[in-house]
């Protein structure tokens, strides 16, 4: 497994992350699907902000996992 260094931070690689996003218009595209140059590792926490940060209706909790807002709002009253 390769590691990712982030914001000075080394951490294990957990996903293959295309650059270019991955779309239903060029996903039998072999330049955006296996091109090398098109592909990054990253660990989990950054490739869910990358793919999830802009979206309100989702946080991450401190595992880096993805869980809507609402589910937020549910574990913090039960806590």
Known sequence: MKDVIRSGIKTPAYFV??????????????????????????????????????????TFDENGDVIKNEEKHKRNAVN
């Open 17 to 58: 992350h295309h650059k270019e996003y991955v779309t239903d218009k060029n996903y039998e595209d072999d330049n955006v699907f296996f091109n090398i140059d098109n592909l990054e590792s990253l660990c989990k926490k950054c490739h869910n902000k990358e793919h999830f940060s802009s979206k309100e209706e989702y």
